[in-house]
């Protein structure tokens, strides 16, 4: 199982980058996926999920009208787009794909805003 994530790096403040996550080993289609974030010294946050068939979508109010995940289950993949980028973005982005007590986890990508 790998989920891989790029897309990451160094973004001023207001700018946009899309994140990507390539899924193989598992069948993507039937599991749900998110996009989390971990800043330094805070704990992991969720900042978006997806259902199986990509028809539900949830964001926290962190981050709603901001970013935007889809996937392409053609393609096992799931992506985050990111606008209007704020330097309290600035985290490692992790890929995480669950369907009941099965969770797989990203390696994560670095993600920063400055000001």
């Known amino acids: 199982v790998q989920l891989v994530e790029s897309g990451g790096g160094l973004v001023e403040s207001g700018g946009s980058l899309r994140l990507s996550c390539a899924a193989s080993?598992?069948?993507?289609?039937?599991?749900?996926m998110s996009w989390y974030r971990q800043a330094p010294g805070k704990g992991r946050e969720r900042v978006a999920a997806?259902?199986?068939?990509?028809?539900?979508?949830n964001y926290p109010n962190s981050v709603k009208g901001r970013f935007t995940i889809s996937r392409d289950n053609a393609k096992n993949s799931v992506y985050l787009q990111m606008n209007s980028l704020k330097p309290e973005d600035t985290a490692v982005y992790f890929c995480n794909a669950y369907l009941g007590s099965t969770i797989y986890w990203g390696q994560g990508t670095q993600v920063t805003v400055s000001s």
């Open positions: 080993g598992f069948t993507f289609s039937s599991f749900s």
């Open positions: 997806i259902s199986p068939s990509g028809t539900t979508t």
